[in-house]
């Protein structure tokens, strides 16, 4: 994040310069955050009639993220259609989340976004090829307040992609520490994907699970 690409740029009213500790914490945050650069601005989105309620839903758990967070809560946002929001609105819900945590931040790292098939890929890629900035991501899963696992179940996982996932998902949900999980398969499908352990940490009865109805809007 660049300093005159702030996120915050139009609706602070703090004095917009370099030395703001609001922007400070905000580009360290989201520096160790993974969030692709072209999402790390406020995205807004107009929900299609049938998504409506569900917009309502997700609005209200940013209203609260704070304490979404600190319960360690896990939501599930899935839908059968491909760019209708569900990972803009997981990605809004950690930018809320950074902005009520950088006063007193103290260059605290609060919230990792996983892409998971791309991460699964650099897994393996990263066997032959060390790279010691992803082992530290990898580091970080366990420990931070909040992560996004985006597109969960796209394709069946193999046996080395579940244990992976279930390792770290399973210290998250061990460390009561608050997910966000992303996907197409309905909650019904999805340990067909991922296997009943899985599926049961990702839409277990804790789980707030949200659908989104709405077309593409890419």
Not at 9 to 14: A, I, L, R, T
Not at 25 to 31: D, G, T, V
Request: aromatic share 12%.
């Amino acid at each position: 994040m660049k300093f005159e690409d702030c996120v915050y740029k139009e609706v602070c009213n703090d004095d917009c310069r370099p030395a703001c500790m609001r922007y400070v914490e905000m580009r360290f945050m989201l520096k160790h955050s993974n969030i692709p650069e072209s999402q790390q601005k406020i995205h807004r989105l107009m929900p299609e009639q049938c998504d409506i309620k569900a917009f309502e839903k997700l609005a209200d758990i940013q209203q609260d993220i704070y304490n979404f967070v600190k319960q360690g809560k896990t939501l599930y946002i899935y839908s059968p259609n491909c760019g209708n929001g569900k990972t803009t609105w997981s990605i809004k819900l950690m930018l809320q989340y950074f902005n009520e945590m950088w006063a007193g931040n103290g260059f605290t790292k609060r919230g990792i976004f996983v892409n998971v098939p791309s991460f699964l890929a650099t897994c393996k890629f990263t066997i032959s090829h060390p790279d010691e900035s992803f082992d530290e991501l990898r580091a970080n899963l366990p420990k931070v307040d909040l992560v996004i696992f985006d597109d969960i179940a796209t394709t069946k996982l193999t046996e080395y992609e579940y244990g992976l996932l279930l390792n770290y998902i399973d210290q998250r949900a061990f460390g009561e520490k608050a997910t966000i999980y992303t996907g197409n398969i309905v909650p019904s499908k999805l340990q067909d994907y991922v296997g009943s352990r899985l599926a049961s940490r990702i839409v277990g009865d804790n789980t707030t699970k949200v659908m989104l109805r709405g077309k593409d809007m890419r």
